[in-house]
């Protein structure tokens, strides 16, 4: 663009100027965008509208010819100055100059954007300027609003927490997963979950967490249930994102700091841990992720500056694993994974068919149920029905009790027919001579 705009601006003292200038650039992609620019409009899903339309308004109507040729990039890894074309010589110092401007500026804090020479119209949504298709940032941008409101309403987040998340991330994360684990997620955030607490208030059961017995189950708590099994679940899941962290290139010192956090499950601050590290640029990590919380931390949410320590440190790096943004919404997903496996256990606890709560409570009254026909023995049965005392129940302990189920139905069954055989059979005394 800004070769055009040299040409454009060349033609603007000689508006009588006639042959042709030739463009060179390294991108094909950009030659062939550029050399077959639509006559009038750019389409608004087109990567880089912003360049292509001030292009196409401001030197759609050059005196001269314009002729691109593609340039082979980086001649200069394998060949001497003296040995380039003209074209590659330019190409290679314009590729420098790019460069020692982009290592000059911190990763951090790179320089605002601002509309380009003699582009009239430009819009900006958060600070951002829109370079393709605003309709998708503009909406995502108003539904941010109506989202902080609606968290502030419902004390999920403060204005002050919300603002420290790094939403974009977080949506482009969610947008990547099943619709079905997106619907837990909000369930887990909103405290609308099927916990003990909230199912208490429909069926009147015991609101109390079923693995530890001493807290009412929230959904926070099924995060932060002190239950032995849970600890240790919870703990081999941190193992395993610690290791996914080292196989991504994780800048140490972050990645220490994340891991921590995570198993101090609570008792420690994200500050605290950036101190240990005797590194002052964790310092404002400190500050936003607690300010945010450990279990929205484990939701997903995480304060922006994860994105932007692990940027500035790719940024030194020759070849990073991934890049910092897909490292990011690879982070959350690991997050809301080890969230979502707390749940798993929860679920195993009480709906396990034999072992589970639920099921422990239908075999406490199974037994009773057991024990009193046991207690009545025969009475009451037929002769063919009496060996049914004599079948083997097994241990109630280690079935789902369906056996004993059908035992009683049965026994039940038997006492019922021999009361209505004996009800319904003619009596002795009026029985013919």
């Known amino acids: 663009m800004a070769i055009h705009l040299i040409l454009k601006a060349v033609n603007q003292i000689d508006q009588q100027l006639e042959g042709s200038a030739k463009i060179v650039s390294d991108c094909l992609g950009a030659l062939g965008r550029v050399s077959k620019l639509p006559p009038h409009r750019i389409p608004s899903r087109c990567k880089h509208s912003d360049i292509l339309k001030n292009i196409l308004v401001n030197c759609n109507d050059l005196s ?11 001649q200069d890894d394998d060949k ?46 958060e600070g951002e300027k829109m370079t393709s298709d605003t309709g998708s940032h503009i909406r995502f941008a108003a539904q941010l609003q109506l989202a902080k409101q609606f968290y502030n309403r419902h004390g999920v987040l403060t204005t002050r927490q919300f603002n420290q998340v790094d939403w974009l991330s977080v949506y482009t994360t969610l947008h990547g997963l099943p619709r079905l684990f997106r619907v837990w997620a909000c369930k887990q955030v909103m405290n609308i979950a099927p916990t003990n607490q909230n199912l208490a208030r429909r069926d009147g059961r015991c609101a109390t967490c079923p693995s530890c017995g001493m807290h009412a189950e929230t959904t926070e708590h099924v995060l932060t249930c002190p239950e032995e099994g849970r600890v240790k679940a919870f703990l081999a899941a941190v193992d395993t994102l610690e290791e996914w962290l080292e196989s991504v290139d994780t800048d140490p010192v972050l990645q220490y700091c994340i891991v921590e956090y995570l198993r101090g499950r609570r008792a420690v601050s994200m500050m605290d841990i950036a101190r240990e590290t005797y590194a002052p640029r964790l310092a404002r990590l400190g500050q936003s992720q607690d300010e945010i919380g450990w279990t929205r931390f484990l939701e997903g949410m995480v304060s922006k ?83 049914l005392l004599e079948v083997n129940l097994g241990n109630l302990e280690e079935s789902n009790g369906d056996t004993q189920a059908y035992w009683l139905l049965a026994i039940r069954t038997a006492r019922e027919a021999a009361s209505i055989r004996r009800s319904t059979a003619p009596s002795a005394a009026h029985e013919p001579p």
Request: glycine fraction near 4%; include cysteine; charge should be negative.
């Open 80 to 125: 001497e100055w003296d040995q380039l074309t003209r074209e590659a010589q330019l190409n290679c110092a314009c590729d420098s100059g790019a460069k020692r401007v982009i290592h000059g500026c911190a990763a951090d804090e790179l320089p605002r954007q601002r509309p380009f020479p003699l582009e009239s119209i430009c819009v900006f949504v």
């Open 305 to 387: 500056e994860l994105l932007r320590l692990q940027t500035s440190y790719i940024a030194k790096r020759r070849r990073p694993v991934l890049t910092a943004h897909r490292w990011i919404v690879g982070l959350i997903t690991r997050l809301l994974e080890i969230a979502h496996g707390q749940w798993i256990y929860r679920n195993f606890v009480v709906h396990d068919s034999i072992a589970g709560t639920l099921a422990t409570q239908a075999k406490e009254v199974l037994q009773a149920e057991l024990e009193t026909q046991l207690e009545l023995g025969a009475d009451g049965l037929l002769e063919e029905d009496k060996y």
């Open 64 to 74: 001269f010819e314009r002729v691109y040729e593609h340039v082979d990039a980086h």
